[in-house]
Structures are given as structure tokens and as C-alpha cells.
């Protein structure tokens, strides 16, 4: 194949919250024809040369308000281009892919979305699918060769400020996987970021944590990466830019492990 697929998806941390600076815009300008990323909703999305903020359609105020959540918060920096540029160096400094090898981001976080929207047959869940097989179908009628290689995802903070909802976040975490392992296959590479923040912001936190981290004992091909040790901003929830920075390499650093693991190169 020649694009390799990479699905963003959770809440705010994973669309973004960080400032968004003119230096890393340029780091990306010089990166830029590796890295390209799924612009727009539905018929209206096109692959183009990735730039922040990657969450700027997917990441909108009516989607968030259908989950619950009225924030108008703006979308900034989050782990994914750091992910795909450290991923891609990973890749080609193993000789596993060729000089015309992309990747290629789909954004689909929402902020403020708890894991009941990300169950098969919700809404978020839904639109995640519509995405990636958008995002497969465009790139087939360009001429690429586009495969999904892995499934990113940050969520749990709305699940850790209520009991009754961090209670059932192993249940509904456990239907989220076996609906991405329905769709994708077994061996697709998931990694999932564990939350953290401020036990004011997240009383139940530690609830959510235990789930998260139990969920490779139900879903093969699946590991974590930890935030506790991060840079949170002064809200207690939402990480800073260079928080972001680091979480993307930590979760490029731990697909690499699955991915080699499990599946092998690709060419270009």
C-alpha cells in the first residue's frame, strides 16, 4: 500500500486543546508531503497535506452538543501529527516502507464525549466507521492503495466525573473494541491513552484508569501509554502543547512495538 491509515479518535485531549505555535507549523510545512490527513465530513472530505488543528471539522459544535456537550471551546494541537511524523521516521529508519509511503490521519474526537457515543450503533461510533471507509473510498479513486494501520484513541474524562458512568466504562469500553475488531480485524494495532488531570476535575478517575488498563486481558493487539507524568494546562484536564508533543511520540514508539510484532512491512 502506499497510505497507511491511522484513526484519531475520543475526546478533547485527542482533538486537541494545545496552542497551535507558527514554529510547529513550520516543522510541518518541511514534513508536510508525508503526512496528510482526512479534511471535511462525509461526501465533502478530501486528503490533504496535514496541518493544525487536524480536529477543525470533526471537532465542531453540533456534533458536540448531539453528545451532550456545549462547549465552543476551539480545536488546537493534539498528538496526532507528532504521532504520524515520529511514526513515519520509525518506519522508514526500519526499511519497512518506501520512498512514496503516506500517512494518513482521520480525525474523529469529539470534546466532552463520554463512551456511551462511542459504542457500535452510536453516533460517534457511526460517523468513525463513515470516515474511514470515506477516507479508503477517496483514496481508491485517486489511486492509492490506502489501508487502515491503526486505531488511536483518548478518552475516559467524562466517564471520571460521575460514578454511576465510570462504574460501566469497562462494559462499554469492552463493546467499543469488539466493534472496532468486528470492522478492522483482529490484528490492527490499537493503543489507547490512559487518562489523567486533576482529581477535582476527575473524582473517578482512578475507576476509569483500572478499565483502561484491564483492557488487554479482552482485545488482542492493544496496549497503552500512560499521561500521568504530563503537563496538564491550569484547567487541571487538557494537556499543554508539549504535553501533546511527547504523548504523540509515546504512542507512535508503542504502535511501532505492535505493528512489528504483529504484522510486518509495507511497501510503496
Known sequence: EDLGIFV?????????RGLISDEYQNVLCKMGEHIVYLDGLDQDS??????????SAADNYVIRRACGNASNAKTGKGPGLSFALKAHRLLKNASLIGPDFQIGLIPTAVGGSRIEY??????????????????????????????????LFYQGESDACQEDLAEYYRTFLQDFLRGIRREFGADVPIVICLISGSEYR????AAVRKAQISAPEFCTALNFVDTEDLEFQDDGLHLT????????????????????????????
Open 46 to 55: 478530501s486528503w490533504v497535506i496535514a496541518r493544525e488543528p487536524l480536529h
Open 241 to 268: 502543547s508539549g504535553s501533546q508533543h511527547i504523548l504523540g511520540e509515546r504512542l507512535a514508539e508503542c504502535w511501532m512495538d505492535l505493528f512489528k510484532v504483529g504484522v510486518g512491512g509495507v511497501s510503496a
Open 202 to 205: 476527575l473524582p473517578f478517575k
Open 118 to 151: 462511542w459504542r457500535p450503533g452510536a453516533v460517534l461510533f457511526n460517523r468513525l466507521i463513515a470516515q474511514v471507509r470515506a477516507g479508503v473510498r477517496i483514496a481508491s479513486e485517486n489511486g492509492r492503495n490506502a489501508k487502515v494501520r491503526g486505531i
Open 8 to 16: 484519531l479518535c475520543g475526546q478533547s485531549n485527542m482533538a486537541g
